[in-house]
T-cell receptor
Framework: QQQVKQSPQSLIVQKGGISIINCAYE??????FPWYQQFPGKGPALLIA?????SEKKEGRFTISFNKSAKQFSLHIMDSQPGDSATYFC???????????FGTGTRLTVIP | DTAVSQTPKYLVTQMGNDKSIKCEQN?????MYWYKQDSKKFLKIMFS???????INETVPNRFSPKSPDKAHLNLHINSLELGDSAVYFC??????????????FGQGTRLTVV
């Protein structure tokens, strides 16, 4: 059973555009929602994370929007750059659980 | 200085063999993990382990076994390798404080190819 659903599977955006990746979850016990970025041949690395007590978190060009009632969260990449081309994973976990459930990943390609 | 390191980076082996992948973290974390990433990039947790508890994903075949000689190491041993075991295996670690979730740091991965 997929704990976290992610879409789209792939995304092509022009340089300077906005990239949006969406995730949804079912388990209301989840209270930590990170996004990971993975470049080819590398392991995933934490990009930004949010907890459900806030509806938005911004770090530079990256913003997480969180909708607790809808059990959805999304990653927005503003002014997308070719260097942002990577696979992005949303994830979720709950406090005290030694586990992190990943979405299926979105392969982002930013065209110069 | 590499935070989470795993060896080897590439492993090619024949069906039926037994192999191990080593993982070490120098972050002082108390929890380590093994994830499997298949050809579609899906990341699936296999095990999580801290000094108190081993949690096994029930879908993982018992041919896979984690072995932790100490808090900084979690090796993955695989018996009787099958073609379907071909994937990239990632080791990760985190520090789980009571009442908090923590960032997981990943190694660079081990690409296992079973022929």
């Amino acid at each position: 059973q997929q704990q976290v659903k992610q879409s789209p599977q792939s995304l092509i955006v022009q340089k300077g555009g906005i990239s949006i990746i969406n995730c949804a979850y079912e388990n209301t016990a989840f209270d930590y929602f990170p996004w990971y970025q993975q470049f080819p041949g590398k392991g995933p690395a934490l990009l930004i994370a949010i907890r459900p007590d806030v509806s938005e978190k911004k770090e530079g060009r990256f913003t997480i929007s969180f909708n607790k009632s809808a059990k959805q969260f999304s990653l927005h990449i503003m002014d997308s750059q070719p260097g942002d081309s990577a696979t992005y994973f949303c994830a979720a976990s709950r406090t005290g659980a030694n586990n992190l459930f990943f979405g299926t990943g979105t392969r982002l390609t930013v065209i110069p | 200085d590499t935070a989470v390191s795993q060896t080897p980076k590439y492993l090619v082996t024949q069906m039926g063999n037994d192999k191990s992948i080593k993982c070490e973290q120098n972050l002082g974390h108390d929890t380590m993990y093994w994830y499997k990433q298949d050809s579609k990039k899906f990341l699936k947790i296999m095990f999580s382990y801290n000094n108190k508890e081993l949690i096994i994903n029930e879908t993982v075949p018992n041919r896979f076994s984690p072995k932790s000689p100490d808090k900084a190491h979690l090796n993955l041993h695989i018996n009787s390798l099958e073609l379907g075991d071909s994937a990239v295996y990632f080791c990760a670690s985190s520090q789980w404080a009571a009442g908090a979730s923590a960032e997981a740091f990943f190694g660079q991965g081990t690409r296992l190819t079973v022929v």
